[in-house]
């Protein structure tokens, strides 16, 4: 059984995500730590792009901010090879499809597998351009994590009925970035999941409070958090470890 699998299966799980290389791989490192520590079932790590358009202005600032502090892809793995010597805890990157381009697609997973990362999500990817990826993500036992918009409509069910490890249910049109109030019906995005796939389903995008974080484990399998943790690390910098466990620890305590 993979470690997606091994740890979203069956349960409600908090993800979060911090982007690689702010303010430091070291600090990365730690962080990842403390989100586990604090209860987190999974980590998505930001490879730092200097495009990101998925993303909304406090985590293109983190981009910029671990670009300038000297993160490559290269050293990110090297540090995810460092940190798999203490956590098996599941650790997905976020990349833009021009830095595994750029990169080179067979290196770029067989470096996914050496240093022990799980699984991938491509944002800027669409479903019917991941055949070139597929099958090379597979040889070596990598997950592409598959998206599941408000626009995806008639495409939900051909989505998760290929999706692996686990399914990223976005909320909300737009960018990343805490949200007030989110007005999508998720549930019966989840629904129609549910109906070709026991794949777990998490919600991202916008999520940022305990109330959301149970209000939305309750509908799917786990609640995705990125920004509001990015905006601890841009708060606190090289000090945010014990912030960013407090804040995790707060929301974990949201699932019932």
């Given at each position: 059984m993979s470690r997606i699998k091994n740890a979203l299966q069956g349960k409600k799980s908090f993800?979060?995500?911090?982007?690689?290389g702010d303010p430091g791989l070291d600090k990365t490192e730690e962080f990842v730590l403390e989100m586990e520590r604090a209860g987190a079932a999974l980590v998505e790590l930001g490879v730092p792009f200097s495009d990101p358009i998925a993303e909304g202005p406090v985590i293109q600032e983190a981009n910029i901010r671990a670009l300038?502090?000297?993160?490559?892809?290269?050293?990110l793995f090297d540090m995810v090879k460092t940190l798999r010597t203490k956590t098996q805890i599941p650790l997905v990157l976020l990349a833009y499809a021009n830095s595994l381009f750029k990169y080179g697609y067979e290196k770029f997973f067989a470096r996914c597998q050496d240093s022990g990362i799980d699984g991938i999500i491509i944002p800027d990817m669409p479903f019917e351009e991941k055949g070139e990826l597929s099958d090379i993500a597979d040889n070596y036992?990598?997950?592409?994590?598959?998206?599941?918009a408000p626009t995806s409509e008639k495409r939900i069910k051909t989505i998760a009925k290929d999706a692996k490890g686990f399914i990223y249910v976005v909320s909300s049109m737009g960018v990343t970035g805490v949200r007030s109030e989110i007005k999508t019906d998720v549930a019966s995005i989840v629904e129609a999941i549910?109906?070709?796939?026991?794949?777990p389903a998490a919600i991202g995008f916008g999520i940022s409070t305990k109330e959301q974080v149970s209000k939305y484990t309750s509908i799917a399998d786990g609640a995705i958090v990125g920004s509001a943790i990015v905006k601890i690390v841009a708060e606190y910098g090289s000090?945010?470890?014990?912030?960013?466990?407090?804040?995790v620890s707060e929301m974990v305590s949201g699932i019932e």
């Amino acid at each position: 059984m993979s470690r997606i699998k091994n740890a979203l299966q069956g349960k409600k799980s908090f993800i979060g995500f911090v982007t690689a290389g702010d303010p430091g791989l070291d600090k990365t490192e730690e962080f990842v730590l403390e989100m586990e520590r604090a209860g987190a079932a999974l980590v998505e790590l930001g490879v730092p792009f200097s495009d990101p358009i998925a993303e909304g202005p406090v985590i293109q600032e983190a981009n910029i901010r671990a670009l300038a502090a000297g993160c490559t892809t290269d050293k990110l793995f090297d540090m995810v090879k460092t940190l798999r010597t203490k956590t098996q805890i599941p650790l997905v990157l976020l990349a833009y499809a021009n830095s595994l381009f750029k990169y080179g697609y067979e290196k770029f997973f067989a470096r996914c597998q050496d240093s022990g990362i799980d699984g991938i999500i491509i944002p800027d990817m669409p479903f019917e351009e991941k055949g070139e990826l597929s099958d090379i993500a597979d040889n070596y036992g990598i997950d592409i994590i598959s998206l599941i918009a408000p626009t995806s409509e008639k495409r939900i069910k051909t989505i998760a009925k290929d999706a692996k490890g686990f399914i990223y249910v976005v909320s909300s049109m737009g960018v990343t970035g805490v949200r007030s109030e989110i007005k999508t019906d998720v549930a019966s995005i989840v629904e129609a999941i549910r109906e070709v796939t026991d794949v777990p389903a998490a919600i991202g995008f916008g999520i940022s409070t305990k109330e959301q974080v149970s209000k939305y484990t309750s509908i799917a399998d786990g609640a995705i958090v990125g920004s509001a943790i990015v905006k601890i690390v841009a708060e606190y910098g090289s000090e945010a470890g014990s912030h960013i466990y407090n804040f995790v620890s707060e929301m974990v305590s949201g699932i019932e």
